[in-house]
């Protein structure tokens, strides 16, 4: 028998990266040397001594019982001094620090937590597009805040009706941002603390690349805005930090009440993370962040061969500020997935095309720094055996 599917299921969004993994798939099958920069999983291993406390912590008995509801105290603990160190934010392990099954699980569940069905919740337009699957799990309404390159990719607050800011509820942000790889200012950040407070919004702040900065600038944190604990949270994954993406490790930041409420909805739904892996990240967090720091370089340098390369096949592209993405314009005569489809099709070059990532994407690509720095030259050279940029559409059919 086939049983029907319920209907908040049917109206799930569809999954954007599952159509470009099957294309990519595709060119692999057929035996063709793909560089794959559409994908958003670090290339590193997991650090070597995360990996050795992941061990021990396996071997001890204690590991292997249900864990905490609400989480190790130990792991809590060690996010609250990683913001305290990072960040000179102080935070209560106990009533401040939810721990999260990666930083997506939290996003996609918060508006269940917070929202009723109809509500509103504004969500950046170009953003992460598993925000859109909480929205239609808790059917709420999304009101889309455009990213424009005019404005540094971080929304206009005054652009938003006096209608939409009394309906919403939820706010998401993502600084630095994917996919645009745009980092928030400070001023924008008080200004978000003072819109939240006015509407009476919950903001969420998405932190999930906040150890990659370029050019000598650290990430800042919302949390580091007067008044942004008794606004919001801030979710951050270890996923990017530490090459832990498959771990699903994370934890959400904040505001009391919401921590609460995340913590209330997990209790229904899982006994917390695995112990060890808790016990690993907490390590994580604590040790020497010499490993951070090398990968932060290592994603800068990868950046400035990238850019620089793209330069050299008059491709005018503008270096992302953080993140491990960039964000490029597409040739005139070209929609996004058009686009993305040539160079998969003749340089078997793997790209996002930005519209997956929502309207106001039309007209880029993202680019993910996740290989080397001679296979990203490697890519830059294929596109620019196209002549993309000196003369007219290619007919890929």
């Known amino acids: 028998m086939n049983f029907e ?44 001594h995360i990996v050795e406390e992941m061990k021990r912590a396996v071997e001890r008995p204690e590991n292997h019982k249900y864990s905490s509801f609400r989480g190790s105290y130990s792991f809590k603990k060690a996010a609250a001094a990683f913001y305290e160190r990072e960040y000179g934010v102080t935070v209560d392990p106990e009533t401040e620090v939810a721990v999260l099954f990666g930083g997506k699980a939290g996003l996609v569940e918060l508006p269940q937590c917070l929202l009723n069905p109809g509500d509103t919740i504004l969500v950046p337009d170009p953003g992460y597009p598993d925000y859109w699957s909480g929205v239609a799990l808790a059917k709420a309404k999304m009101e889309m805040m455009p990213l424009t390159e005019e ?27 994917n996919p645009t790889g745009a980092v928030a200012t400070a001023e924008f950040f008080e200004e978000t603390v003072g819109f939240a407070k006015e509407n009476g919004i919950c903001a ?10 370029f050019d000598g600038h650290k990430p800042l944190s919302f949390l580091q805005t007067d008044g942004a604990k008794e606004t919001g ?3 951050y994954t270890l996923s990017k930090t530490y090459n832990m993406a498959g771990w699903r490790v994370g934890f959400a930041v904040g505001n009391r009440s919401v921590i609460e409420a995340i913590n209330l909805y997990q209790d229904h739904m899982f006994v917390s993370l695995f112990p060890a892996a808790q016990q690993a990240a907490a390590a994580a ?23 620089t390369a793209c330069r050299d096949i008059g491709w005018e592209v503008t270096a992302p500020a953080g993140s491990f993405f960039a964000w490029l314009p597409v040739p005139a005569g070209y929609t996004s997935q058009e686009f993305s489809d040539l160079l998969l099709e003749k340089a078997n070059v793997a790209v996002a095309a930005g519209n997956g990532f929502g309207k106001w994407g ?15 030259k490697e890519a830059a050279d294929r596109i620019g055996k196209l002549n993309l940029f000196t003369r007219k559409k290619i007919d890929i059919t």
């Open 362 to 376: 039309e007209g880029y690509i993202r680019v993910g720094l996740l290989t080397s720095e001679e296979r990203l």
């Open 151 to 177: 404005r540094d990719f971080l929304p206009d607050y005054s652009a938003i009706s006096a209608e939409v800011r009394k309906k919403a509820k939820l706010l998401y942000l993502n600084y630095p941002n």
């Open 285 to 307: 967090l604590l040790a020497d962040q010499t490993c951070v720091a090398e990968q932060n370089d290592r994603y800068e340098s990868r950046r400035n061969a990238w850019i």
């Open 233 to 235: 949270i801030e979710i």
């Open 5 to 48: 599917f319920s209907d908040v299921l049917k109206h799930l969004p569809e999954q954007f990266f599952a159509s470009l993994v099957q294309k990519v798939n595709r060119k692999l099958k057929e035996g063709e040397d793909v560089i794959n920069l559409g994908q958003g999983n670090p290339d590193q291993p997991t650090p070597q």
């Open 204 to 213: 969420v702040h998405d932190f999930a690349y906040g150890a990659v900065g």
